[in-house]
């Protein structure tokens, strides 16, 4: 049987769940894999993922995928010398593997693993209004996958309104997305879904939205995960519906798997 390595590369990166969820596919999927911890110094991220891939396809065990996580997943952006849509779109990589042609391939799975997540809590975003609040690397992640989901009208809120406005900009003209104010907020329609792609809830005690933006059944997602954030209290407060990012974790990892071994593995 044969046996491969893949790893995650970040710093810090002790915390990381990735080895524990990885290796439960592969049991799952009845195949041999080692999965380790990379932590880069900083300066060194290109030289490791190069080494990485430099030792496959012929060394045992076969080294065959990467995941990328705080804080290179731009760098690993502009090492890739293929990317995907939506590496592509999300301009970040937290997903390395090699093509046929041994090219270093950047996939993004951030934003598919969230819409994964949303459906097998059995939410779909056909049709539906959301609001996504962050216009950091996550909600950069996320956008083009929740647009491609079909919903029918996506608004993008972050505190600095100019970057929100900037994500938004390549969409304009091909999808329905706008950018919501603070003024905007008291005359809007309810949304049916908010997901908070800021990292406001590892600090902030305190969240509020008006209540014209919700409405009894508005399902409410945080990204953040294993941390009962501000976010996710309002949401029960206001006996909405609500899950944290744990599920978009496992779902976007599930998702890399399948990069590197093939869907069918599951
Ligand atoms: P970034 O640092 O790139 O972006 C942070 C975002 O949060 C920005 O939009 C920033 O606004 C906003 N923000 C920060 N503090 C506040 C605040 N006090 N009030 C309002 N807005 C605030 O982080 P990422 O986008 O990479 O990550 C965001 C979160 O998503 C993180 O907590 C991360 O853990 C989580 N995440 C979860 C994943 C999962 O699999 N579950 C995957 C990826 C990320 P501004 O632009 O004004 O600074």
């Not at 819409?115 to 539906?128: E, I, T």
């Not at 091909?174 to 800021?198: H, K, M, V």
Request: aromatic share 10%; with cysteine; net charge neutral.
């Amino acid at each position: 049987m044969k046996t491969y390595r893949c790893a995650v590369i970040g710093n810090p990166i002790a915390h990381s769940q990735s080895p524990a969820l990885h290796e439960q596919f592969a049991r799952e999927a009845g195949i041999s894999l080692i999965y380790d911890k990379i932590l880069s110094p900083l300066e060194d991220f290109e030289t490791i993922v190069r080494d990485f891939f430099a030792k496959s396809p012929d060394t045992r065990p076969i080294h065959c995928g990467l995941n990328i996580t705080l804080p290179f997943k731009v760098r690993a952006y502009q090492l890739a010398e293929q990317h995907t849509d939506h590496a592509q779109h999300a301009g970040a990589v937290n997903t390395f593997y090699l093509n046929a042609k041994h090219q270093l391939v950047g996939d993004n799975t951030d934003g598919i693993g969230l819409c994964r997540a949303l459906m097998q809590h059995g939410y779909s975003l056909k049709n539906k209004r959301v609001l996504l609040l962050g216009a950091g690397g996550a909600a950069r992640g996320a956008l083009y996958p929740l647009l491609q989901a079909g919903v029918r009208e996506l608004s993008l809120s972050n505190r600095t309104l100019s970057k929100a406005q900037q994500l938004i900009k390549p969409y304009q003209s091909q999808f329905p997305i706008t950018l919501l104010t603070p003024e905007d907020f008291s005359t809007s329609a309810p949304f049916d879904f908010i997901i908070n792609a800021t990292s406001a809830g590892l600090h902030d005690e305190t969240f509020t939205l008006p209540t014209p933006l919700i409405h009894r059944q508005t399902y409410c997602y945080d990204m953040i995960y294993g941390k009962p954030t501000a976010f996710l209290h309002w949401a029960a407060q206001h006996h909405l519906p609500h899950h944290d990012g744990y599920s978009m974790l496992v779902a976007q990892a599930r998702e890399s798997f399948a990069r590197w071994f093939g869907s069918s593995s599951f």
